[in-house]
């Protein structure tokens, strides 16, 4: 068992994968994998609360259900007082789960059907509840009965480890099962343990605030097991590019931020973020920043190190250019010829909605060359207009919505959001797994562009670029002091 980090690229696989990997491990295995699965859960749970006396199952219908009964046998049989509630009736348990529940009635479990407030008073207040209500096999929305039982493990004041996935969550996309937006009826845990593979729903959308800390145990996984391709990778962090000694200024690449309109249509002026970019890109050690604002004026009150142009006299060929921060509309004007002759390219925001509203720029993007790499930094309702479709839909499967992104435009794609998803074509799409909730509000997005920018510049690959700059990106927001706000600016000059 492993508490898993941000140190390693792990694979994430999907039901398919795991029903794979599951058939392999359970013909190695001399005892069913539920034994494996409960036995990892009770030592984990002792490990997690070593004084807890008094411990909850809240066991449910199938092989999660299982794995909770296996784990209250073992606890019961290191002297904890264990109470199991099972919902559902015994003689419906698949096969392996009710031997589970013959095992632990024969050890002197006790379990019954009934939620803790009728039993609760003559066991005490309890030290530990564990969700083993539902994981793999929950595809549908919520039985009303299901939702009851979830609202009390919330209520419960003890911590919550959950088994394989908290209650509640769709193991695929991280969305609330059956599209619900209540997060009430999702179990929030303070640790899961995940079996065979980690699965991406843990690491994207509510995933990321149900899960608690995440630990996977991979049953017994060895040599000459058959792995199927995964889903996904978990974005490992990436050590900064080193500047050398013997470098100077133009060894590290000229970024050049487009954007930035006068007066925006709703009457905001937008070079704060362009401004931002180019901050972030200046921070992050791009040789030179050329801030090109589309209002056409020089901004006041930038920092001195940055050089201003217009968008006009830029040298596109030899730039890495970071287009749309707060370009309005205006920056359509400019799109065709930014697509067409800029060397490398990061587009953002309004430069994604103008390619998005027009059928010629996407061509454009698409004719891009081998020797122009492109990054696109969609948040989901942009990607849901590239994509023609709704952010619903985006967000039901966020690995499928940046591939398709990634292959229609050629190019690579950063879809932000809980679990920021990196795709490109060819590559093994990467999930996230630094950042927080912090980083939701204006301008972050910005400082992510020009931090791309920045290390394409310092001459990383596209995805690479991206890969590494959102696992930084997110790790500033990580180690934010929790007493002092973050601001997009004060987090594009943290940047190093
Ligand atoms: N197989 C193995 O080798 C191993 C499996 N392992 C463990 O098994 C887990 C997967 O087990 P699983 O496939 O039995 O699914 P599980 O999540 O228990 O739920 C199925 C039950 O719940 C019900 N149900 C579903 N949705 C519902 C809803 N929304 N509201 C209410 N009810 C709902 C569903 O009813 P149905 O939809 O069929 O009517 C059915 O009765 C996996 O996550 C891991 O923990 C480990 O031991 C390792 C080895
Ligand atoms: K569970």
Redesign the pocket.
């Given at each position: 068992m492993q508490r898993l980090s941000r140190t390693s690229a792990w694979p994430v696989h999907g039901r398919q994968g795991i029903q794979v990997l599951?058939a392999q491990?359970?013909a190695c295995s001399p005892i069913?994998?539920?034994g494996?699965?409960?036995l990892a859960t009770a030592q984990l749970a002792l490990a997690l609360a070593p004084y807890a006396q008094r411990i909850w199952v809240a066991a449910?219908?199938?092989?999660?259900?299982?794995?909770g009964l296996?784990a209250a046998m073992h606890l019961h049989q290191w002297g904890k007082a264990v109470r199991v509630s099972l919902?559902?009736k015994a003689q419906?348990l698949?096969a392996?789960?009710h031997a589970a529940w013959q095992r632990a009635q024969a050890a002197g479990v006790q379990i019954n059907s009934e939620l803790p407030a009728s039993w609760l008073e003559d066991m005490g207040p309890l030290d530990l509840c564990i969700d083993?209500?539902?994981?793999?096999?929950?595809?549908?929305?919520?039985?009303c009965?299901?939702q009851t039982w979830v609202q009390a493990i919330n209520r419960c004041p003890a911590p919550v480890l959950a088994?394989?996935?908290p209650t509640g969550l769709n193991?695929e996309s991280g969305q609330l099962?059956?599209d619900a937006t209540d997060t009430a009826l999702l179990v929030q845990a303070d640790h899961t343990l995940t079996?065979?593979a980690a699965k991406a729903g843990l690491f994207m959308g509510h995933g990321r605030d149900a899960c608690g800390q995440i630990w996977l145990d991979c049953?017994g996984f060895r040599d000459g097991i058959s792995v199927p391709p995964p889903q996904a990778l978990l974005n490992d962090s990436k050590p900064r590019p080193i500047k050398r000694h013997a470098s100077h200024k133009g060894s590290h690449g000229d970024v050049a931020i487009i954007g930035g309109e006068a007066m925006a249509a709703h009457g905001m002026g937008m070079t704060g973020a362009a401004v931002l970019a180019a901050t972030a890109a200046l921070h992050a050690g791009a040789g030179r920043v050329i801030l090109s604002l589309l209002s056409g004026q020089h901004a006041e009150s930038v920092p001195p190190d940055l050089m201003q142009r217009e968008w006009q006299r830029l040298d596109l060929e030899k730039l890495h250019v970071v287009c749309g921060c707060g370009g309005g509309q205006t920056v359509q004007s400019v799109m065709a010829e930014v697509l067409r002759r800029s060397g490398q390219l990061v587009l953002d925001a309004d430069g994604l909605n103008a390619v998005a509203q027009d059928d010629k720029l996407q061509v454009g993007l698409r004719q891009r060359t081998d020797a122009q790499p492109t990054v696109i930094t969609p948040h989901p309702l942009e990607a849901a207009r590239l994509l023609n479709i709704s952010t619903t839909e985006v967000q039901s499967d966020r690995l499928k919505a940046a591939q398709n992104l990634a292959d229609q435009l050629r190019c690579t794609v950063v879809l932000k959001g809980s679990g920021t998803v990196i795709a490109a074509p060819g590559q093994t799409p990467r999930i996230n797994t630094s950042g927080n909730g912090r980083l939701a509000i204006g301008g972050t997005g910005d400082v992510l562009a020009g931090l791309i920018g920045a290390r394409m510049a310092q001459g990383l690959g596209a995805f690479d670029a991206a890969c590494t700059a959102a696992a930084q990106h997110g790790q500033l927001a990580d180690d934010w002091p929790p007493n002092k706000a973050l601001t997009a600016s004060r987090l594009a000059q943290r940047l190093a």
């Amino acid at each position: 068992m492993q508490r898993l980090s941000r140190t390693s690229a792990w694979p994430v696989h999907g039901r398919q994968g795991i029903q794979v990997l599951e058939a392999q491990l359970q013909a190695c295995s001399p005892i069913p994998l539920m034994g494996k699965a409960g036995l990892a859960t009770a030592q984990l749970a002792l490990a997690l609360a070593p004084y807890a006396q008094r411990i909850w199952v809240a066991a449910g219908p199938g092989n999660n259900g299982g794995d909770g009964l296996e784990a209250a046998m073992h606890l019961h049989q290191w002297g904890k007082a264990v109470r199991v509630s099972l919902l559902g009736k015994a003689q419906n348990l698949p096969a392996d789960a009710h031997a589970a529940w013959q095992r632990a009635q024969a050890a002197g479990v006790q379990i019954n059907s009934e939620l803790p407030a009728s039993w609760l008073e003559d066991m005490g207040p309890l030290d530990l509840c564990i969700d083993a209500l539902l994981g793999m096999g929950a595809t549908r929305p919520l039985s009303c009965e299901m939702q009851t039982w979830v609202q009390a493990i919330n209520r419960c004041p003890a911590p919550v480890l959950a088994i394989d996935l908290p209650t509640g969550l769709n193991p695929e996309s991280g969305q609330l099962l059956g599209d619900a937006t209540d997060t009430a009826l999702l179990v929030q845990a303070d640790h899961t343990l995940t079996f065979i593979a980690a699965k991406a729903g843990l690491f994207m959308g509510h995933g990321r605030d149900a899960c608690g800390q995440i630990w996977l145990d991979c049953l017994g996984f060895r040599d000459g097991i058959s792995v199927p391709p995964p889903q996904a990778l978990l974005n490992d962090s990436k050590p900064r590019p080193i500047k050398r000694h013997a470098s100077h200024k133009g060894s590290h690449g000229d970024v050049a931020i487009i954007g930035g309109e006068a007066m925006a249509a709703h009457g905001m002026g937008m070079t704060g973020a362009a401004v931002l970019a180019a901050t972030a890109a200046l921070h992050a050690g791009a040789g030179r920043v050329i801030l090109s604002l589309l209002s056409g004026q020089h901004a006041e009150s930038v920092p001195p190190d940055l050089m201003q142009r217009e968008w006009q006299r830029l040298d596109l060929e030899k730039l890495h250019v970071v287009c749309g921060c707060g370009g309005g509309q205006t920056v359509q004007s400019v799109m065709a010829e930014v697509l067409r002759r800029s060397g490398q390219l990061v587009l953002d925001a309004d430069g994604l909605n103008a390619v998005a509203q027009d059928d010629k720029l996407q061509v454009g993007l698409r004719q891009r060359t081998d020797a122009q790499p492109t990054v696109i930094t969609p948040h989901p309702l942009e990607a849901a207009r590239l994509l023609n479709i709704s952010t619903t839909e985006v967000q039901s499967d966020r690995l499928k919505a940046a591939q398709n992104l990634a292959d229609q435009l050629r190019c690579t794609v950063v879809l932000k959001g809980s679990g920021t998803v990196i795709a490109a074509p060819g590559q093994t799409p990467r999930i996230n797994t630094s950042g927080n909730g912090r980083l939701a509000i204006g301008g972050t997005g910005d400082v992510l562009a020009g931090l791309i920018g920045a290390r394409m510049a310092q001459g990383l690959g596209a995805f690479d670029a991206a890969c590494t700059a959102a696992a930084q990106h997110g790790q500033l927001a990580d180690d934010w002091p929790p007493n002092k706000a973050l601001t997009a600016s004060r987090l594009a000059q943290r940047l190093a």
